[in-house]
């Protein structure tokens, strides 16, 4: 059974003079379940996992699964490139009571395609949560073979892959070599096409400000509608542009803020995006009348 289907979002973490804001936490959280998000994900990338401490993590992940209280399903990003942190994160999680773990594939170090079975083998076989794979080479350096996917599959706890390669040919191999794998979108822009393909969904970053239509989205293309699931999609792509038009969360957290939703800080090292780029997404921000 899949974790989710539909549109799940990957929250950001609120920060207030460089500590989380676990009031604006809360808002966001019921923001997302009031318009229908299908799942949330916490301390992945758009939650700037890299620059949160295990402490603070942990501290997220409990706050997330007592707030939802299991209105919709949480998914925890416990990965690394420490095979045995991982586990130690995975477990810890999974004693907290997440219905999912999103676990990135190691980088800076890398490995081989055989270092990554061995890896994620050995995550999967100490817990019992379902595992979703997060293959996103642009920022790991590291790329998860359609091949390797269907040999991780064979792992009775993972369960899935979120693709964020960017790459169709390799989700449509994914898709033809492992039919068992419940494939997310993890770019914005390529929902409908990874849904036309049998994908379960999205794991979203502007779901943030746009729960609703991102859900949706998902939401006719099950039912049948593939016009209106496409005229989303499409509609979405100016904005999806401009949340990504400096390294995410940058963009993201500075509409949030423009949108009064949470303070846009972020952590070093990343900064507040240029004067150009503040135009640019506020511009945008009143394109879709969201400001």
């Known amino acids: ?32 379940i009031a318009n229908r998000t299908d799942a ?11 620059t949160l401490t295990m402490d ?12 939802v209280n299991g209105r919709v399903p949480v998914i925890a990003s416990t990965g690394g490139n420490n095979t045995e942190e991982v586990i130690e994160n995975s477990k ?3 004693a907290i009571g997440v219905d999912g773990l999103l676990v990135v594939t190691p980088y800076y170090n890398k490995t081989t395609q055989q270092g990554l079975l061995r890896h994620y083998f050995a995550v999967a076989d100490s817990v019992d949560t379902p595992i979703i ?10 790329n998860v ?18 693709e964020a390669s960017g790459n169709i040919e390799q989700i449509v191999n994914i898709a ?12 914005d822009d390529h929902v409908v096409p990874v849904l036309s393909i049998g994908g379960k ?55 949030m803020g423009l949108m009064q939703l949470c303070e846009p800080d972020v952590r070093l090292p990343l900064v507040p995006p240029t004067p150009a780029d503040m135009r640019l997404i506020e511009d945008t921000l009143k394109g879709y009348e969201l400001i």
Not at 41 to 50: F, H, I, K, L, R
Not at 218 to 228: E, P, S, T, V
Not at 237 to 249: D, Q, S, T, Y
Request: charged letters at 15%.
């Open 40 to 50: 949330i994900v916490c301390c992945a990338t758009t939650g700037e996992s890299s």
């Open 92 to 94: 810890s999680a999974e």
């Open 133 to 142: 794979v997060y293959n996103v080479p642009s920022r790991t350096g590291l």
């Open 176 to 187: 033809a070599l492992c039919p068992q794998c419940d494939i997310y979108s993890g770019n």
């Open 201 to 255: 969904g999205v794991i979203s970053t502007i779901a943030n400000i746009v729960p609703a239509e991102m859900h949706a989205m998902c939401d006719a293309f099950f039912k049948g509608d593939i016009a209106l699931a496409r005229q989303l999609q499409l509609q979405m792509i100016p904005l999806w542009k401009a949340a990504f038009c400096e390294v995410n969360p940058i963009p993201l957290k500075a509409m």
């Open 1 to 32: 059974m899949s974790i989710f289907r539909g549109s799940a979002v990957a929250m950001v973490t609120p920060f207030q003079n460089g500590s989380i804001d676990f009031t604006a936490y809360t808002r966001l959280i019921e923001l997302q």
């Open 145 to 162: 073979l359609p091949q390797t996917m269907a040999e991780l599959c064979t792992h009775k706890n993972i369960v899935g892959t979120k």
């Open 56 to 67: 603070e993590r942990l501290s997220i992940i409990q706050f997330v699964v007592e707030r």
